[in-house]
């Protein structure tokens, strides 16, 4: 099975006749996880030692010592291994899944771009546009949970004293959205292709922790702060030029963080990853580990 995603090989020099390059180099390291001012730090590092020395070729073993010097022996030691682990993550043959879910305004979508990007996947979906799509197929009355936001959605379960089961509605509105989210799954693999999906509609427990001919890495985002968390909101209003207004996500904040907390919950009792994104750089670091550890899991067993 192939999976289309662009690859840039290592920029050792050597056998592939790739001279060394300072800014893919930086790329490489920057896409398994190291940080951007060491990436930086230390690609200018070894290029001002290769051209000292007049010795173009390198591996890995001489970019760690290399990155020792540079970053420190247990900064450097980490930067080299992590690209050891993405140049293996990039050798799998097989198509890659990465799962990103969590509440409303925790930076999903921001998150999964820039993982997509690292991971050279072109195919980016988000649940709720699976939803929308939906909602031209099924009417209100057909599937009345679809027709809602998330934290909306338990305005079709309210009683007769208008009571809304916020929980209810959106645990109703994810099932019927992962019914398009599992075809969308279905139809990339059998094409072979990698993919990244974004949603609060990929609750823990509602999506399988492993596809058989599929690297699976799900994890949830959240924001424990009640004031970053509506901070975000602020920031994406601003961001879309009022197209996201911002009073309706803090009318229903009490709403979206009740949902937040439900899912982090199911998260944590199985086992699904929790990455708190307060720091853009550490939680699409997490990202990028934990599928880095995926993939190193993946090939000691292959092999």
């Known amino acids: ?165 916020v929980l209810g509605g959106f645990l109703d509105q994810a099932r019927n959205v992962l019914v398009g989210v599992r075809a969308s799954i279905e139809r990339a693999l059998e094409e072979g292709f990698s993919m990244v999906l974004e949603g609060v509609h990929l609750v823990p427990g509602f999506v399988p922790p492993s596809i058989d001919g599929a690297l699976v890495v799900q994890c949830v985002l959240a924001i424990d702060s009640r004031e970053e968390h509506a901070a975000h909101f602020w920031s994406r209003d601003a961001a879309s030029d009022g197209v996201r207004p911002l009073e309706k996500y803090l009318d229903a904040f009490p709403d979206i963080r009740l949902i937040q907390e439900h899912i982090v919950e199911r998260a944590r009792r199985l086992d699904v990853p929790v990455i708190e994104n307060t720091s853009f750089d550490r939680a699409i670091g997490e990202v990028m580990e934990l599928v880095l550890a995926r993939a190193e899991q993946f090939a000691t067993v292959a092999s």
């Open 1 to 165: 099975m192939t999976h289309p995603r662009h690859r840039d090989p290592l920029p050792l020099g050597g056998d592939d006749a790739l001279p060394y390059s300072k800014g893919l180099m930086a790329r490489a390291l920057t896409a398994a996880g190291v940080s951007f001012d060491r990436a930086y730090e230390l690609a200018r590092g070894v290029e001002i030692e290769l051209t000292r020395s007049g010795d173009k070729p390198i591996d890995l073993d001489r970019l760690r010592t290399l990155a020792m010097g540079v970053l420190g022996v247990e900064a450097g030691t980490d930067a080299v291994d992590r690209l050891r682990r993405y140049r293996q993550l990039q050798e799998l043959d097989i198509p890659i899944l990465l799962l990103v879910g969590g509440g409303t305004g925790t930076g999903k979508s921001t998150v999964a771009t820039e993982a997509a990007y690292r991971l050279g996947i072109t195919r980016v979906t988000s649940t709720d546009f699976i939803r929308q799509t939906m909602r031209a197929f099924f009417s209100a009355e057909f599937m009345p949970s679809i027709h809602y936001s998330s934290f909306e959605a338990g305005r079709h379960l309210e009683s007769n004293e208008g009571e809304r089961d």
